[in-house]
Each structure stands twice: as C-alpha cells, then as structure tokens.
C-alpha cells in the first residue's frame, strides 16, 4: 500500500504535473503573442504600402488630366485671356477656357456697353447656361447664355449676364462658345475637383493643397495672361496611416501652354 502511493505521486505514467501545464500554457500564450504581434506588423505595413500605392495612382491621374488642361488651354480661341488664377493663402484656384470644337461666330449688329442682349449671325454651338468669349483684339470678356431665339435668317439673338463691358461694332469681334474648366481644393471633402462648365469631377480624394504659378518666357512672374509661357503646380496630400498621423505626400508638375501666343 505504503509503495503503491509512493509510485503514484509520481510522473512516470506519462502525465503532466499542474506546474508542468502552466509552464506550457505561458510559454504558449507567448509564442501566439509573437505570432500576432508580427502577423499585426505585416498587415499594417501592406495597408500602408496599399494606401501609398492608391493615393499615388488618385494624385497621377489628377496631374495627368491638369497637364493636359493646361496644355490645352486657349484651344480654338484667339484674342482673348484664357488663364485665370485666384491666388489663395494657401490653395490656388485655376481657371482654364477653350473652344474644343474650333467654333466662332461675330456681330451682325451693334452691341453697347450695358447690354443684356446681343445679334450674332450664327448658332455655333451655343447652348443656354454655357459661356462664351467675345473679343476685339483689344476689348474682352467672358459672358453667360441666358437665353437664345431666332434663326438663321434673321440672326440668334443671345440674353447674355452679366451685361457687356464693352462695346463692339457688327462683324468686328469674335464670339467663341466657350468651356470653362475650375480647378480647385474642396476643404470639406479634402478633395481636388474639376469643374467643367457646371459638371463637378472629383480627381483626387486626400489633397489639401493645390498651389499654381504662372511664369513668362524669361522666367519671371507673368503679370499679363498673354505673356504666360509656363505654368507650375503642385499637389499636396496625405493618405491613411495604419497608426499614428496621417503620411504626407507631394506632386508637381511644369506644363506649357502651347496656344497661349
């Protein structure tokens, strides 16, 4: 009797003492610690990698369609200004005009200053809510199409706002249909859209900075839009950290405007 608890109080039947389990459940508890410590590491470095990769393809494609803008700004148009930029403390706003269809049309009768109407011979494309451009080589300015009646016998007579600045003799200006693209940085959504005419775009979500600068042919500031020969941007933006504040990341890009003459 006496040996037989003797040989029970013992391990040698295979069996595991209590401090024996509790070892193995810490040493345990610490291998799986380890392992989802690293598999975290891992998961938070691809959605990092992940994030970057979608935030630099967003702001790509956003460059890519402001070089071409840009490229094309003041297509199908003569005479007339076709870069605006609002400068703001610490986003710009880029205004971009062409004439993709290559249209024109000019006066078939006086046009005073103050006038909310005007008589051109032909419909060129003109749509209601759109705008058009009118120049004299010397004179100019961007007005809206309220309304449009007559045909072409008689001429279209155009409701136009605001009323005109200037005024401009039959058959001397030119009269453009005009798109209007707006770039700028919508600080609610922390976002780069494009307008076009009144179409809003978003082309990259995450930008916080849009800045512009217009540049002459000798590299100094361009004063006078016609004298404009280079144009600078950059684009600043921020893409999700796993952890911690958001990565910072900036793009910018040097276009020539090629109808700007």
């Not at 870069?83 to 024109?104: C, Q």
């Not at 120049?135 to 706002?161: C, H, K, M, P, W």
């Amino acid at each position: 009797m006496r040996a037989a608890l003797q040989n029970g109080s013992k391990s040698g039947n295979g069996g595991f003492t209590l401090v024996e389990t509790m070892v193995s459940l810490v040493i345990g508890s610490l291998l799986i610690t380890a392992l989802f410590q690293v598999w975290n590491n891992n998961r938070q470095q691809t959605d990092r990698i992940q994030n970057k990769s979608d935030f630099r393809d967003r702001a790509t494609l956003a460059t890519t369609a402001l070089n071409r803008s840009i490229t094309m700004a003041g297509f199908g148009l003569t005479k007339i200004d076709v870069l605006a930029r609002g400068a703001g403390s610490l986003n710009d706003t880029l205004k971009i005009f062409s004439n993709p269809d290559e249209l024109r049309t000019t006066l078939r009768d006086t046009a005073r200053v103050g006038a909310h109407q005007i008589l051109v011979f032909k419909d060129t494309g003109l749509v209601i809510g759109n705008l058009i451009g009118i120049t004299d080589s010397i004179r100019q300015e961007y007005v809206r199409i309220d309304g449009i009646t007559g045909d072409t016998a008689s001429g279209f007579l155009l409701t136009i706002s605001p009323a005109l600045s200037n005024g401009y003799l039959p058959g001397v200006p030119d009269i453009f249909p005009v798109q209007k693209e707006t770039y700028f940085i919508d600080n609610e959504a922390h976002a780069l859209v494009r307008l076009v005419d009144d179409r809003r775009i978003v082309l990259a979500s995450g930008m916080t900075e849009f800045k512009i600068d217009l540049r002459d042919g000798a590299g100094n500031p361009a004063t006078i839009n016609r004298k404009i020969r280079v144009v600078t941007f950059s684009l600043t933006g921020a893409y999700k950290a796993p952890t911690g504040v958001p990565n910072q990341m900036r793009f910018s890009s040097t276009v020539i405007p090629r109808n700007i003459l």
